[in-house]
Structures are given as C-alpha cells and as structure tokens.
C-alpha cells in the first residue's frame, strides 16, 4: 500500500536532498560540486571531521579535516550559503571519548551549535549502534557478521564503561542519525515512517534512512531520468547517501553527466533542503514516529538484499580488473 500524500511547502511535489560523507573530500575534489549545487538552489548536507588524524589513515589520509584552514573556510562559507554542516565522528580513524569530546567541543566552537545530523564512519570503533548492533532480524545478524568479518562487540560508542563510550554525548547533542541505506530514490516506498524511533536504540532521538551512491556512477545511476520522473509521480522524499570526493569532480569540474542530472532535477519542482530541515519538517507533520515491527523487519531484509548485490558486483569488477 502506498504511503499518504505529503503536501510540501510552497507547492513542491517532491523533496531531494544528498547527505555527502566527507571521505576522501579535499577542497579541490568537492569544491566545484558545491558551486554546481549553490548555482542550482540545491541546499544539501555535508559531514565533516573536526580534528586531524595524526596517528594516519590507510584508506583516507588524503581526506580534509577542519584543522586544515582552507578547507574549513570552505566549508564555513558553505554553511553561511545554506548548507547544513553535520558530524562524521571525530576524525578518520577511531577516536577514544577524549578525541571525541574534543572534536564536538570544536564544532560547537566553528558553527555555534551541536552536530544535529550524524553518519557513521567506515569501521570506526566509536560507531554507534553499527555493525551487527544496527540490526534485529537473527539470521541477517548472523549473515551480516560472516559477510563482514567483524566481531560482535566490534563497534562500542553505545556502550557504557567502554573506552569508546560517547553515547551521553550523542544523546545530548544529536538529534538525527543515518542507518540503513537503500538502492531506492524514494525512501517513503522503504521506509514511510520517516524519521523514526527506535526503543532499542534510546541513545538517538530519531534514526533515518538514505538513499545509497557510493559515488559518482552509483549516484548517476540512481539519478537516471526514469527515476527522476518516478520520484516526482510518486511525490517522494530522497536523501541520496553519497560522498561527492569520489569522482564527482575530474580536472577541476563536474562530470558532464553528473551536472546535466543535476540540472535537469533542479529543473522540476522540488523542495531541495538539507537533511535536517527535511527531517524537522516530517516531525512536525506526523508522519514520523515509533517504527512498526512489520515496517522494520522489511526494510531490514531489503537493506541486507542491497548489501550482498552491491558485494556480489564488487567482487565481479575485481575479478574483470584482474
């Protein structure tokens, strides 16, 4: 069945936003991107890391952080332009609850509030209520701890008494985290109660799903004009789950296809906000609220359905590039 009509401010038919994790984003690879995005009246989301990784990151040490000063005046002026700017975790790489503290502490400093939005990161241990921890249905949690190799107590910032503890804190200043993300553009046909809560999970106030797009192809793909048109149709809300550093921009500007999406999106009558405000406005209109077991356990078998195709074509493509 589907999920009610929603009546979006100004007369919009449909709301898109993108959630942009900061991994590997430098000024030079993001900035165009968000010039693309300024130009076009797209207000979107942006992660950020407040503090260095001086102990060095094997998979993101090209990556800016906010002791970098040209990339935090680049991502000051974007949030004076209208962009939101959220929390990422500390830094690159595991923090303990001091690095964590400090690193809230410096972004209440630069931006005058708390962190509202939060994305976990990679493996980061600190990662709230991830892992198999994200999770209910048994056999997916099983499946899930092969697929991945991890440990069960791999992931520990929910836990009390662990050295990675920063669960008081999230609940304190975090008001919205991502958790499951899907290969869907309209997330109300997933996940129509939008934001939620979870009484398993007390620690975050409201959990939210996202669209996923690795990057720059996986982005394209789900943008395709089909799906722009299904999006509007439908009156759907897309939070796309992206990071813009990987291959969004090449010699210093957007890739053609990806622009021309972008514009051609623009181009409709969207309500293009970023995630928070999108978030705020939900709750206020009702639709958001405590998850029905019926609705969680079906999005939990399609996230886990995404999770293992998108592994199977990993795979494939490194076999091809072999």
Not at 47 to 72: A, H, I, Q, R
Not at 102 to 111: D, G
Not at 290 to 295: F, M, S, V
């Amino acid at each position: 069945m589907a999920p009610p009509s929603l009546a979006f401010p100004e007369g919009r038919r449909f709301a898109f936003t993108i959630m942009d994790d900061t991994d590997v984003a430098t000024l030079a690879n993001v900035g165009p991107i968000y010039r693309l995005l300024t130009d076009l009246g797209m207000w979107t989301t942006k992660t950020v890391w407040p503090v260095d990784c001086p102990e060095g990151s094997k998979d993101f040490s090209s990556s800016s952080t906010l002791e970098d000063p040209e990339y935090l005046a680049f991502v000051l002026d974007l949030e004076r332009a209208g962009f939101e700017i959220a929390y990422h975790g500390a830094t690159m790489e595991t923090s303990l609850r001091e690095r964590t503290e400090r690193a809230i502490a410096r972004f209440v400093s630069l931006f005058r509030t708390p962190p509202r939005v939060f994305a976990n990161h990679s493996f980061n241990r600190e990662n709230l209520y991830w892992g198999t921890d994200r999770i209910d249905v048994g056999v997916l949690k099983f499946l899930y701890r092969r697929l991945s190799g991890q440990p069960a107590d791999q992931y520990q910032g929910h836990r009390p008494g662990s050295p990675w503890w920063w669960g008081d804190l999230a609940s304190a200043h975090v008001r919205y985290v991502r958790n499951l993300t899907f290969d869907e553009i309209d997330l109300r046909q997933v996940n129509p109660t939008l934001p939620y809560q979870d009484p398993r999970r007390t620690l975050v106030p409201w959990w939210f799903s996202a669209a996923d797009a690795e990057d720059v192809t996986a982005f394209n793909a789900l943008l395709n004009p089909e799906n722009q048109d299904r999006l509007e149709r439908q009156g759907g809300i897309c939070i796309v789950a992206t990071h813009l550093g990987k291959g969004f921009v090449t010699d210093g500007k957007v890739v053609a296809e990806t622009e021309r999406l972008l514009r051609r999106l623009a181009a409709r009558p969207g309500w293009f906000v970023p995630v928070g405000t999108l978030l705020d406005w939900l709750v206020a209109q009702g639709v958001a609220g405590p998850l029905p077991e019926g609705e969680w356990r079906r999005m939990q078998w399609r996230w886990f359905g995404h999770l293992l195709a998108r592994q199977v074509r990993l795979r494939v493509a490194g076999l091809v590039a072999r």
